[in-house]
């Protein structure tokens, strides 16, 4: 043997380095799988443009022995991850992320949106995780997503009660601004046909005392009577004098009476415009009072309590469905409400 002869030891295999090219081999197995998958779908895309109009599932039953779901998925793997160029084998993928994956992970990743997969699969390693745990990443995923949707759906729905909350508000401002002008109106007119009234019934107590202070016929003026008419046939100047003197009593008695009548129904007009006034007044204090009590928090607890009592309208009309069925779920059901029920009942 030569001295620069080199001798070469064999390296002694453990089960770590058996295990580990298994798991390579068993990578580059998948990965290959995912390849000849991508161009099954590729071809299948292509056949399913040329089969007539509804011979395609007879055609993959004959021709290739596949279902239509089983093709529908090979199509699925090309759409998603197939490159563009035609390549008879080793099809490449249209990402290098994605490419590295195996067949079954590639088929699970299709309910991630594709501009959001190969960050995804970055993000949490995909490479290295199992087809269970990638199954249970992805459905986290979706919880996840759905409930911030549905957070989001609760928070728009808040924002809109809450801005039909303050429309409704405004709208009732400017509705008790449109009464409060009215009764103040009214108070105004009120006041006015109060003073009118006032100035009638002065007017009417002036008139009286006028009335009251006239003159009777004086002694003089009776005498002159007596002497110009006794020339005349003495009882007919007597009748004429009692007659002139009835009608001036009754012209008094109906001018004094006159002036009363108007001074009373002055004085009810005056009670009237007073108890008008005070009407208005109470009627504003009670709308100042609503408009107190109309406040955004009131009114979106009104619109969740009517929204929490249709919610239970419906439950109830589901529950006579379904005790109209089973009986034994009903009951069970109806506990489960009165629970509820209950805990609210003690939250209140």
């Known amino acids: 043997m030569r001295d620069d002869q080199i001798i070469t030891v064999p390296e002694e295999r453990t089960l770590k380095t058996v295990a580990f090219e298994i798991r390579t081999l ?119 997503k759905k409930a911030r949707e549905a957070a989001e759906r609760r928070e728009k729905e808040t924002a809109d009660l809450l801005e039909a909350a303050r429309a409704g508000q405004e709208t009732l401002q400017a509705g008790v601004a449109e009464e409060r002008a009215r009764l103040q109106k009214q108070e105004a007119d009120a006041k006015a046909a109060a003073e009118k009234a006032q100035a009638e019934l002065k007017a009417a107590q002036e008139q009286l005392k006028r009335a009251h202070a006239e003159p009777r016929l004086s002694e003089k003026e009776l005498k002159d009577i007596r002497d110009e008419a006794r020339a005349e046939v003495e009882e007919k100047v007597k009748a004429d004098a009692a007659e002139k003197f009835a009608a001036e009593k009754k012209r008094l008695e109906s001018a004094a009476e ?84 209950d805990s609210m009942k003690e939250r209140v």
């Open 26 to 144: 068993h990578a580059q197995a998948q990965q290959v799988v995912l390849g000849y998958a991508i161009e099954i779908g590729r071809r299948l895309t292509e056949a399913k443009g040329m089969v007539s109009h509804g011979e395609w599932g007879k055609w993959l039953e004959e021709e290739v022995s596949y279902s239509k779901s089983t093709a529908n998925n090979f199509m699925r793997i090309f759409d998603a991850y197939g490159a563009d160029q035609q390549s008879l084998f080793g099809s490449e993928a249209k990402s290098q992320t994605l490419g590295n994956l195996p067949y079954t992970k590639a088929l699970r990743l299709l309910a991630i949106p594709e501009e959001e997969r190969e960050e995804f699969v970055e993000a949490n390693n995909v490479e290295e995780l199992s087809v269970r745990d990638l199954d249970k990443l992805i459905k986290e995923r979706d919880e996840e």
């Open 258 to 341: 006159q002036a009363l009548e108007r001074m009373e129904a002055a004085q009810k007009a005056a009670e009237a415009a007073k108890e008008q006034a005070e009407k208005a007044a109470e009627e504003r204090a009670k709308l100042e009072k609503k408009l107190a009590l109309a406040d955004a928090d009131t009114v979106l607890f009104k619109a969740s309590f009517e929204q929490m009592q249709e919610a239970f309208n419906k439950c109830h009309g589901c529950l006579m469905k379904v005790e109209a069925n089973s009986p034994e779920t009903a009951e069970k059901l109806k506990k489960a409400v009165a629970a509820v029920l």
